[in-house]
């Protein structure tokens, strides 16, 4: 799963929920914003109840507790670092689903990937990563 998304490959990423590193990183953004903790805060990898969940329950949680808080999304920009798959095509697929998950319009939210041109473990397709910022306002 990466954006929400089940993308076809050999290899797959492992965690404790399904893994979805770019959820993970939308998410830990927000919370940061706010002054929220964190994901392994929030939701933490020893707590049963997360285990195999849909990262999309922790973002669209996260977004309720920001509500709760006084904070509304500006924006989200993201990135997928990653040698392959090539990303490209599921791009605006995962744009929508994470505006549709955090209540926001599409041109809010930002997707981009990125290869390591073969250097260190991304590079080599043993690692994925994901960067993300947003920008939340306080109500």
């Known amino acids: 799963m990466l954006g929400g998304i089940e993308i076809p490959h050999t290899k797959g990423l492992v965690g ?22 964190n994901i392994g805060e929030r939701f933490p990898d020893t707590d049963a ?20 808080k006084g904070y509304s999304i500006g924006n989200i920009d993201s990135n997928v670092l990653a040698e392959s ?17 955090v209540g926001v319009s599409g041109d809010d939210v930002q997707v981009k990937a990125k290869t390591m041109e073969k250097l260190g473990p ?8 994901a960067h993300a910022v947003a920008l939340v306002f306080a109500q």
């Open 122 to 129: 991304i590079g080599e397709e043993e690692a994925i990563a």
């Open 85 to 101: 798959p090539r990303l490209l095509p599921y791009l605006p697929s995962m744009k929508e689903i994470i505006a549709n998950v």
């Open 16 to 37: 404790h929920s399904d893994g979805d590193v770019l959820l993970h990183a939308i998410t830990d953004a927000l919370l940061g914003a706010c002054g929220l903790g």
């Open 49 to 68: 109840r997360y285990r195999g969940i849909a990262s999309q329950v922790f973002l669209k949680d996260t977004v309720s507790l920001m509500h709760q």
